[in-house]
């Protein structure tokens, strides 16, 4: 005869399955970078001593708000998702979990990161989070099937957690809180575009309609991604001549925007999707490094 605890093991093995289905709908290593950018906004635009406390809350009241548009986006798109190689082993496509339980998670994330947001911090930044949720889930995601203004309409709600970061703070939006958007908006460009030349011949599939010209991977399209880049390396530079930061977090963002134009100009004289591969890497890289910069510099 079986056990208690053998009877038991399968319903454990059941609940593993669907707590690793529940975090792999948060999308968690993007949902963290979001947060990490929100918390690092958040630093620079708090006077006085930092509470460790408040940063973690933060933080984890937007790793919420981005899960649940991730949630959102994945059960918007779970048909599509079934179509590409690189989307097809997701918690929907795959059905380990339903459109339902997805859309159920991100109701309750969504109103416990706008509730904290809103009673810890301020209601000011809980409206601009939940904006920022219904541009993603409501407006990007199905315009990714009709054209490139898909990214255009993307990169704001992705440009959003440092300026709400700096609501959190302040209260209110100030230039701090528009020139670090900016410097996030504009990283978008390259950033995206350099995942959308990898996954191309994948987004094809579902009919996402991404990079920036019809004829896709060609030397004007990598010559589009390379005239973002060179607009983001002034713009990198401005929260130093406006007084934010100091000399330093300057040279390290013209360091990192440099190494990143490098590998534009690699994507622009070779078009392979090693190189585009190569800059998304770098734009993981990129955006963390200048935006601790700045917070190191600001101590």
């Not at 911090?121 to 099937?145: G, Q």
């Not at 030397?219 to 100091?246: K, R």
């Not at 534009?264 to 998304?280: C, E, I, P, S």
Request: charged share 15%; aromatic share 12%.
């Amino acid at each position: 005869m079986m056990t208690v605890e053998e009877k038991m093991e399968p319903s454990r093995i059941q609940w593993r399955t669907k707590i690793k289905a529940y975090i792999e709908l948060l999308k968690l290593r993007l949902a963290v970078i979001v947060g990490l950018s929100g918390a690092l906004g958040y630093m620079l635009a708090t006077s006085g001593t930092y509470s460790f406390g408040m940063i973690l809350l933060f933080s984890i009241s937007g790793l919420m708000i981005t899960g649940a548009a991730n949630a959102t986006n994945q059960a918007l798109e779970v048909e599509l998702d079934r179509m590409m190689n690189r989307t097809g082993k997701r918690p929907l496509p795959s059905g380990r979990l339903s459109k339902r339980s997805a859309l159920y998670f991100a109701g309750v994330l969504l109103f416990l990161g706008t509730l904290i947001q809103a009673l810890w911090f301020n209601p000011f930044t809980a409206a601009i989070s939940f904006v920022s949720y219904l541009l993603y889930s409501f407006a990007y995601t199905p315009l990714k099937r009709v054209g490139p203004i898909a990214v255009f309409v993307g990169a704001i709600p992705g440009g959003l957690p440092p300026l709400i970061g700096c609501v959190a703070a302040k209260g209110t939006i100030d230039m701090e809180a528009l020139v670090l958007f900016a410097v996030q908006f504009v990283w978008q460009f390259p950033h995206f575009w350099a995942i959308a030349w990898v996954l191309d011949d994948d987004y094809k599939k579902a009919g996402f309609r991404l990079l920036p010209l019809d004829n896709a991977k060609s030397l004007n399209t990598a010559l589009i991604v390379l005239s973002f880049t060179l607009v983001l390396l002034p713009i990198s530079i401005l929260p130093m001549q406006l007084g934010f930061t100091g000399n330093a977090s300057a040279w390290v963002a013209a360091v990192a925007g440099l190494g990143f134009l490098y590998l534009n100009f690699r994507l622009v004289k070779q078009g392979t999707d090693r190189n585009a591969l190569r800059l998304m890497f770098g734009s993981f890289l990129y955006l963390p490094i200048v935006q601790i910069a700045y917070v190191l510099d600001k101590l």
